[in-house]
Every structure is written in structure tokens, then in C-alpha cells.
């Protein structure tokens, strides 16, 4: 796929496609030979790049591998726990509005360690943590505050995954927030912001509503 760009839905079904041949095992590696390669000496990423996707640095959540994607397939950008501060929304604006690309992804995953730290944080307040750790999950702290508080006594594993995927729509929040002008190529239909949640154990990404991720982008989460 080349310019001019497929739109957003052609773009979601190009990577769920991708996604499906990895957790099959059936990966085909497109766009990785010497012809990618001296395009991407030679070109422009905008001419070929699908999707920015943002997500959690964790070396589980490989994400061209994921989506059986090649060089300049995907515009990625990665932080711990999948968070969108001033920086990352720089990126994100950057993929999106000067790489071109139809498709903005937020992508968790389960098992989420920073939120997983986020969530304990909370039920056991108090020890010793980093600052700069203690200030990424402090950002996850509005993503908890959704989620129902476990009974007493019980730690609240079995609800971490919703705290996953609160946090998915706080980043998709928090990048309208910080983007203004992301939001309005949102509105405005230039670009598709959506949610999407990789499981670990199968290797499969599951997409979110896609109408609660235009919302939240809109600010109204």
C-alpha cells in the first residue's frame, strides 16, 4: 500500500489481517527485502507509512511483529505503560500529521507491569519507589480511579485487565488533550484515533469501540 493512503478501516483491517497471520504462525515478513530497504534510503516514510501506534515499551509487545508489518509499514512510537505525556504527543502528532498516516492506534496489552505497579501502588500505599517511576504511575492514577475498588481483602488481580483497558482510553484522553490539532484532524475525519488491546498469551489484538475512542479523544471520556 502507497499513496495515496488507504482509509482508516482499510488500514485496521490491513493490521487485524497481519495480526491473525502472526498468532496463526503463518507471518509472511512483507516489506523487509533490499527494495524496502533502498526505498527507505532513498524515500520519504510518508509515502508508505499505515499507522501510528503508540505503545507500551514492555519487549513482550513487538509491535511490527504483531501486525506482521515491514519497514515503514508502522510509525511507532513506545513509552512505559503506554502513556501519552506533552513529549509522546509530539510523536504522536508528528506520525499522524506530517508522516501522514490514517490510522492512530493506542495499543495495551494484558499484564501491563506499569499498571500492574500502578494498581498495587494503590492497594498498598507506602515503600520506596523512583521518582521518575513514581510519576509514571501517578499518570495512571485517573485510569484507576474508573475502576471499582476490589472487597475487602481481596487484592483486585481480576480486575488489572480493566485497568488496562481504562488506561488505554486515558492515553486516547490525554493525546487530545495535549494535541489539539490531532483532535481536530479527529473531528474533522483526517484521521481515525482508536483503542486496541494485544493478549499476550495468544499473540491476538482485540480493537475497542471505536466510537468511545473517537470520545475520548474528543474529551469526552
Not at 47 to 75: K, N, Q, W, Y
Not at 187 to 214: I, S
Request: a negative charge; one cysteine or more; proline letters at 8%.
Amino acid at each position: 500500500m502507497t499513496s495515496p493512503k488507504p482509509t482508516p478501516a482499510e488500514v485496521m483491517a490491513f493490521l487485524a489481517e497481519g495480526n491473525r497471520r502472526f498468532w496463526q504462525d503463518r507471518p509472511l515478513h512483507p516489506n523487509t527485502g533490499p527494495e524496502r530497504l533502498q526505498a527507505a534510503h532513498e524515500g520519504d516514510q510518508a509515502h508508505h507509512a499505515l499507522a501510528t501506534v503508540l505503545s507500551c515499551s514492555d519487549s513482550r509487545v513487538p509491535v511490527e511483529r504483531i501486525f506482521d508489518a515491514g519497514i515503514m509499514d508502522l510509525f511507532v512510537v513506545r513509552v512505559a505503560g503506554n502513556l501519552v505525556t506533552q513529549d509522546v504527543a509530539a510523536s504522536l502528532e508528528y506520525g499522524a500529521l506530517h508522516v501522514h498516516t490514517p490510522l492512530l492506534v493506542v495499543l495495551g496489552h494484558t499484564s501491563c507491569g506499569a499498571v500492574t505497579a500502578a494498581w498495587q501502588r494503590r492497594q498498598n500505599p507506602g515503600g520506596e519507589i523512583e521518582p521518575n517511576i513514581l510519576g509514571l504511575l501517578e499518570r495512571i492514577e485517573p485510569a484507576l480511579d474508573r475502576v471499582p475498588p476490589p472487597p475487602a481483602g481481596d487484592p483486585g488481580h481480576g480486575l488489572i485487565d480493566m485497568a488496562v483497558e481504562e488506561n488505554i482510553w486515558q492515553a486516547l484522553y490525554d493525546l487530545g488533550h495535549y494535541s489539539p490539532l490531532v483532535r481536530q484532524a479527529c473531528a474533522e475525519g483526517k484521521v481515525a484515533a482508536v483503542g486496541a488491546l494485544y493478549n499476550l498469551e495468544y499473540g491476538q489484538v482485540r480493537w475497542l469501540d471505536q466510537r468511545k475512542a473517537a470520545n475520548a479523544v474528543a474529551g469526552r471520556l
